[in-house]
T-cell receptor
C-alpha cells in the first residue's frame, strides 16, 4: 500500500519562505507531485519530481530524496494569493499502475 | 478548450436516491479519474479508467459504479445514495496511461445526501 504524511497547517507572513514536507511509504515509487487548491476550487498541478534533486518553477521549488522517501515544496516570496491547500501525491509502480494517492494536504495561511 | 467539465455543480439527494455525475474532457486524454474530497482531507480515488471500456477500482469504490463509454466521457453513478457519500466529487484526466503527467481537474460536484 501507500501512505503520505504532510503537516496540516503552516502560517507565514508575506515575503517569507515556507517549506512543506511530505514523507511517503509506497510498495513501488514512480514520482512525487504537488498540487495547489484554493478554497472551493479545483486542484491545479504545480510540479513533479521523479529523480532526486531540486526542480524550480518560478517562486516554487520541489525537492525529492528517494533514499529518504521524502520530498518538500518550497514557496518563496510568499504572496497573499499563495494562501491555499497544498497536496503531495505519489504513484506506485506495481498494481497501482496509473493510480495516484494524495496526502491529506497542508493549509498555508499567509498573513500581511 | 473547456478542459474538464462536470455536471451538475451542486446536488442534494435523499438517502436511497440514485444519480449519475457526468464528466467530459476535450483534451484527447487517455486516463480519467474520479476522486472524492471530504472536509479537511485530501483526494481519495474512487475509480480510474486508462482507456475507453476499461475501469479499475481505487481506494474507496464501494457504493459507486462508473462507465467509460468513449474517450471523452467518464460517468460516476450512485445507485443508492447514503449520507456517508456527502462529499465534493472531482473528475480528472491525464494524457498518458503509464509514465507520469499532470492531472487536470474539473470544477467539482458538491453532493449532499440527507
Amino acid at each position: 500500500g501507500q501512505s503520505l504524511e504532510q503537516p496540516s497547517e503552516v502560517t507565514a507572513v508575506e515575503g517569507a519562505i515556507v517549506q512543506i514536507n511530505c514523507t511517503y511509504q509506497t510498495s513501488g515509487f514512480y514520482g512525487l507531485s504537488w498540487y495547489q487548491q484554493h478554497d472551493g476550487g479545483a486542484p491545479t498541478f504545480l510540479s513533479y519530481n521523479a529523480l532526486d534533486g531540486l526542480e524550480e518553477t518560478g517562486r516554487f521549488s520541489s525537492f525529492l530524496s528517494r533514499s529518504d522517501s521524502y520530498g518538500y515544496l518550497l514557496l518563496q516570496e510568499l504572496q497573499m494569493k499563495d494562501s491555499a491547500s497544498y497536496f503531495c501525491a505519489v504513484r506506485g509502480r506495481t498494481d497501482s499502475w496509473g493510480k495516484f494517492q494524495f496526502g491529506a494536504g497542508t493549509q498555508v495561511v499567509v498573513t500581511p | 478548450n473547456a478542459g474538464v467539465t462536470q455536471t451538475p455543480k451542486f446536488q442534494v439527494l435523499k438517502t436511497g436516491q440514485s444519480m449519475t455525475l457526468q464528466c467530459a474532457q476535450d483534451m484527447n486524454h487517455n486516463s480519467m479519474y474520479w476522486y472524492r474530497q471530504d472536509p479537511g482531507m485530501g483526494l481519495r480515488l474512487i475509480y480510474y479508467s486508462a482507456s475507453e471500456g476499461t475501469t479499475d477500482k481505487g481506494e474507496v469504490p464501494n457504493g459507486y459504479n462508473v462507465s467509460r463509454l468513449n474517450k471523452r466521457e467518464f460517468s460516476l453513478r450512485l445507485e443508492s445514495a447514503a449520507p456517508s457519500q456527502t462529499s465534493v466529487y472531482f473528475c480528472a484526466s491525464r494524457e498518458g496511461t503509464g509514465g507520469f503527467g499532470e492531472q487536470f481537474f474539473g470544477p467539482g460536484t458538491r453532493l449532499t445526501v440527507l
